[in-house]
C-alpha cells in the first residue's frame, strides 16, 4: 500500500484549515515549507476531486503528485516529529526525546503518521482550557479523543477517572499505547461514537474536540451525559462557528462562560445549567 506526496501552493492560504480538512479526506502527514505544504496519503485513499475543491475554496493550488518509496514512512517521519511544548503547562513529546525543564507535567506519546500528536493548535486551545478547572476528583469524558491526549493531561491533572472514545481504530490503538505508556491504568479507552455514552452515565467534565458537523449533531447527547454544573469543553472548528455552536449549546441548556482562539480556530467552555 503505497504513499503519495501531494505538494500544496499555499498562496495565501491558512495552512491549519487545510491540514484539518485534508485529514478529513484521508491525509495523515503533512510537512509545512515556505509558501508551501506537503501533505501524504495512501494511494488507494487520494480523492483528487475532493482535494482540489478543499484547494480552490481556500485559495491554494495543487503543484504536483508523485508516489513515494516503498519504506517505513512511520520511521521517517518521526525523524522529524518534534515535541509539543505549550508552555508552561505541558511538555508532549516522544520517548526518543529528552526531557525539558519548567513545564508543569509531561505526556510520553508514541508518534504516528495521523493526527493526534497534539501539533494542532486545538490541542494547545483546549490544555490551556482544562488547566484552569477544577478537575481533581472529577469523572472526565474525551470524546473524539484521537490518540488520548486530552483524557492523560485530565489524569495528570487528578481526575478521578477519564473516558477517551473515538471512532477511529488506529487511534483507538494509539490511546491505549499512550495510556499503558503514561502509567494511567484509570483510562478507559473506547471504540465508538456519541451512541457509546449511553451505557456510561454522566460526567463532570466533558471534551469534545472534534468538529462542527459532529458536535452540532451531538450537543445534546453531550447535554445528557453531563451532571448539573458540569463544564463543557468544545473546540475543532474556525472562529466563524463560534455563534452556531453556542446557539445549539444554549437550547440544550449550556451557558457559555469563555471563548478562545488561536490561529482561527475556537474553543469554547460551557456550563451546564
Known sequence: MGYLQVSIQLNESDP???VALFGEEGFDSFEEKEGELLAYVQ???FDRAA??????RFGAQ???WEPLPDINWNAEWEKFYDPVRIWPLCLIRAGFHSQEEGYAH???IEPKMSFGTGHHATTE???RQIS???VAGKRVMDMGSGTGILALYALKLGAHEAYAIDNDPWCYENAIENRDRNGFSQLEVMLGDASTLDSLGTFDIFIANINRNILSEDIPAYAKHLNSGGVLLLSGF???DISHLESIAEKNGFLLLHTSTLHNWACLRFLKN
Not at 51 to 56: L, M, S, V, Y
Open 16 to 18: 491549519d484549515i487545510l
Open 238 to 240: 474556525y472562529t466563524e
Open 106 to 108: 509531561e505526556l510520553i
Open 62 to 64: 495543487i503543484k504536483a
Open 125 to 127: 486551545l483546549m490544555i
Open 132 to 134: 484552569e478547572l477544577e
Open 51 to 56: 482535494t482540489e475543491e478543499i484547494c480552490t
Open 43 to 45: 494511494v488507494d485513499t
